[in-house]
């Protein structure tokens, strides 16, 4: 039996289906009339918009007026519109173990944290989550969405014993990348049981990826022919000025906390002696060595040395100490730079023994370390 209601049922269709191509419009007074409507119909018709329509359609028109097919069509559309967005339920969505994302908030509004799923909360939709640094939290699931492996595929994977750099973000080296080792993986997806290479620092567990980096390793070092004839004019023609251009423009790679930036080292280098990026990786590496080895060998001579033209006997006690670690470095930075042996590393223990005698005051302690350097140079680049 056809009754009037299913008869502008069909009508409607027809048109919706004639005005396919057409954009439907829904004004804002329609969608607000809809909605304080359906919220007084059962759940059932709400889920259901065709039921809705056919349940209201006799009661919408009286208050439309003269309806046209248009404005069905209008209103059909605006029923599809107003369905709210399924959520699955969570049992469904999250299983406890799996890892996921949490939306962050306030300062952190917009970012995505890594955390590990612990199990369904005690309200719908909700999880109980562990978080790195801030421990079991309560979320709901709007806030989580699934780790896409594709998503993350440019992030590095690190292996124990894998050299890296960390980000601090602790009041004293906030902002600055810290020399650290992987000790292995977190208790979290993609986090990281990390040693951080400062006395001040304890072993850090679950340090998420963004916090991590691949430690700067330069180039393969070596110096060349001309990298060699520039490192010997640039003493010959500056003398002690070298030192204070370095001074100047060297500053900034270590500031007063004693945080080393390779990069910066690396650059000023470059600034301070026009050579190739492969010549001035023998300083950087020279540096990264005496920092991890030597740092509190060397330390001291920052207090203890407030004038090398006429150093203390604290002075010369730290240098001698200082010297004792950092010379076969040394040694290594001149093989790595390509400086002819010529009698440098008597010379250097002989400066050593200086130091440890407190005799560095004395005329002359010193001048033949600098001048066994500059005639190493000059027999090296002989080769030119």
Known sequence: MVTPTTSCMLL??????????????????????????????????????????????NEHAKQFGEVSAVDMAR???SLGAMKAPTVAPANLTYVAGES??????????????????????????EYRIFMPSVGNIT???????KVQPEAQSWLPAFAPGERVEILAENAQWSGHWLQATILGQGSVPNTYYVKVHVAEVDA?????????RKRYEPAASGCSDSDRMQVMHTFLQKGNLVFAGWAS????FMPADGVVDYRKLD??????FPVSPMCT????????????????????????????????????????????????????????????????????????????SRLLAMPGATDGIFTALLQALGSSVTRL
């Open 267 to 272: 650059q000023c280098l470059q600034e301070v």
């Open 139 to 145: 979320v709901r699931a709007v806030a989580l969405r």
């Open 100 to 125: 996921a994302l949490v939306k962050g908030s306030g300062d952190h509004a917009g970012d995505w944290f890594p955390c590990q799923i612990k199990g369904v909360g005690k309200r719908p939709h």
């Open 204 to 212: 850090l567990p679950d340090v998420p990826l963004r916090m991590l």
């Open 281 to 356: 990786s023998c300083g950087v590496d020279f540096m990264k060595e005496t920092t991890s080895r030597c740092s509190s060998q060397c330390g001291p001579i920052t207090s203890a040395c407030k004038s090398f033209s006429t150093p203390s006997k604290d002075c010369q006690d730290a240098t001698a100490k200082c010297m004792a670690c950092s010379t076969p470095a040394l040694l290594s930075l001149f093989e790595c730079v390509g400086i002819d042996d010529n009698g440098l590393p008597g010379k250097l223990e002989k400066f050593q023994q200086a130091a440890a």
């Open 12 to 57: 409607v269709c027809l048109v919706v289906v004639a005005h396919a191509s057409r954009p439907i419009v829904v004004g804002l007074d329609e969608v607000a009339f809809i909605q304080h409507d359906l919220s007084k119909r059962p759940q059932a018709a709400q889920d259901d918009p065709a039921k809705a329509f056919e349940e209201g359609f």
């Open 249 to 252: 423009k060297c500053e900034n």
């Open 75 to 77: 209103f059909i559309g």
